[in-house]
T-cell receptor, first 113, second 114 residues
């Protein structure tokens, strides 16, 4: 059974640009969550999607957005990149409404220069 | 609001020694608790989870954790450290049903000395 797949693994962008990250959940999982990991702030929740609907959003500016498609794949977008957006972005999927099993992908390492 | 405190950002143990990583949580409702491990340049791997079925939870790679409600703790232990255990460990909480976000501690980096 394939795990959570995040693409690309590494990305370098220039300040002011925008970026789109992709996450393909485990087959059958309808929930996808996104987290940002930085050395200073640790792991912080961005948002969670279930059946194409955003159910919860963390405390991030509106430059951070996301969506989920009918096949449960999810994308997150960051517009007008800032140096502080450099981070590891992790995606997690889980089946249904269970709190038991969040499976994480390997992440996308975004560097803003 | 829920929160997690991990005591000690760095812990060093000798190979073969006991591993003890501390986690305390705050939650207004019965929580779900998790321990994750992260190796360099990788995502998070679930070690174990507490979902109210049993207070002593056994996980992968010989790790276990005990939920102590009176102490609001969920410490992670392993009787004998192995070199391959060197990684960063994160404790996380979800406060009850209807909540969909993991709140993580700051992490504890475990070093294993040969």
């Amino acid at each position: 059974k394939a795990g959570v797949t995040q693409t690309p693994r590494y990305l370098i962008k220039t300040r002011g640009q925008q970026v789109t990250l992709s996450c393909s959940p485990i087959s059958g999982h309808r929930s996808v969550s996104w987290y940002q990991q930085t050395p200073g702030q640790g792991l912080q929740f961005l948002f969670e999607y279930f059946s194409e609907t955003q159910r919860n959003k963390g405390n991030f500016p509106g430059r951070f957005s996301g969506r989920q498609f009918s096949n449960s794949r999810s994308e997150m977008n960051v517009s007008t990149l800032e140096l502080g957006d450099s981070a590891l972005y992790l995606c997690a999927s889980r089946a249904g409404n269970s709190n038991y099993g969040y499976t994480f992908g390997s992440g996308t390492r975004l560097t803003v220069v | 609001a829920q929160s997690v405190t991990q005591l000690g950002s760095h812990v060093s143990v000798s190979e073969g020694a006991l591993v003890l990583l501390r986690c305390n949580y705050s939650s207004s409702v019965p929580p779900y608790l998790f321990w994750y491990v992260q190796y360099p340049n990788q995502g998070l791997q679930l070690l174990l989870k507490y979902t109210s079925a049993a207070t002593l939870v056994k996980g992968i790679n010989g790790f276990e954790a005990e939920f102590k409600k009176s102490e609001t703790s969920f410490h992670l232990t392993k009787p004998s450290a192995h070199m391959s255990d060197a990684a960063e460990y994160f404790c996380a909480v979800i406060s009850g049903a209807g909540s969909y976000q993991l709140t993580f501690g700051k992490g504890t980096k475990l070093s294993v000395i040969p």
